[in-house]
């Protein structure tokens, strides 16, 4: 296991982060590694396996990995072709800061302690914006300020990312779970069908949740809720009271609590800013 320190892989003391392109041969791989720093990794073309913290993770194109001061890991190239790994590397201080500023109270935000890393798939559109974030910040300065531009808006684009594909170790049963809660007429009666659906204890469901989904069964519920609320914010004309009532909702303040946290504005506020008029 090498240890590998930030300080030896930039450029200069005063740099905040490093940004490069990594070309894998066939057959070649990563060495295993440990490192004081936080990364941020996506595979660009070819296919790997992504050995971490003892498991074997396939990746292929448009896979995104957050990788923590804790993960050690290591990228073996599995494919015939040269793969192309994209890596965004900066201080752990730096994640510590945005988590406090703002991600409070977010046990999952970057993979939390989950013993795997946070894998995502960045969609056609998603991985565009963040090819796009790179070639604008590949060559500028590494300071704070480019830092910030490409971080917050590759976090930006993660977490308004839809969980489109679980991890490839997840169960079989909880993937299922996963996609058929998303039906809206499950949906009102949320946790007690999501782990109906599971068809495990309350507690086996409550573990598995939070290793493989990076939320409680509750929060996972209340994400299709809030996202189920906008869209018939933005597209009915359902007064606001209704909308909480049909997705199982007995309180209206705790309605509104959820769905700012999810969308960032309250709910009237997302009805007047998407629709020309306002029917709460």
């Known amino acids: 296991m090498i240890p590998v320190k930030f300080k030896n892989i930039i450029s200069s003391p005063e740099d905040k982060f490093r940004l490069t392109r990594l070309f894998i041969p066939s057959g070649d791989r990563i060495y295993a590694h440990s490192h004081d720093f936080a990364e941020i990794n996506w595979m660009d073309s070819g296919e790997a396996l992504h050995v971490v913290n003892g498991e074997s993770v396939p990746m292929r194109p448009n896979q995104l990995v957050m990788i923590r001061k804790k993960d ?4 073996r190239n599995v494919g015939e072709i040269p793969f192309i790994l994209v890596s965004l590397a900066f201080r752990e201080e730096i994640l510590r800061e945005i988590r406090e500023r703002y ?3 977010n046990p999952s935000f970057f993979g939390g302690n989950s013993k795997l890393p946070r894998m995502v798939e960045l969609d056609g559109n998603l991985r565009r914006h963040a090819d796009e974030l790179v070639d604008l910040v590949l060559y500028a300065p590494r300071t704070q300020f480019y830092l910030d531009l490409l971080l917050l808006n590759l976090l930006f684009l993660i977490e308004n ?3 489109r594909e ?6 079989d049963w909880l993937k299922r779970a996963y996609k058929t809660i998303q039906d809206p007429e499950l949906l009102t009666d949320g946790v007690k069908n999501f782990q109906k659906l599971c068809g495990k204890s309350a507690t086996h469901v409550s573990r598995a949740s939070k290793r493989w989904l990076r939320a409680t069964p509750s929060e996972v519920v209340n994400r299709f809720r809030m996202d189920l609320a906008a869209r018939e914010l933005a597209g009915t004309e ?5 909308i909480c009532l049909g997705l199982g909702f007995d309180s209206l303040s705790h309605f509104y609590g959820l769905f700012k946290k999810r969308h960032g504005i309250s709910p009237r506020q997302y009805r007047l800013r998407n629709r020309a008029g306002t029917f709460a």
């Open 72 to 75: 050690k890991h290591e990228f």
């Open 103 to 105: 991600f409070p109270g």
């Open 166 to 171: 679980l991890p490839p170790l997840c169960p």
């Open 238 to 242: 359902r007064p606001i009271v209704d």
């Open 161 to 163: 990312q839809p969980l």
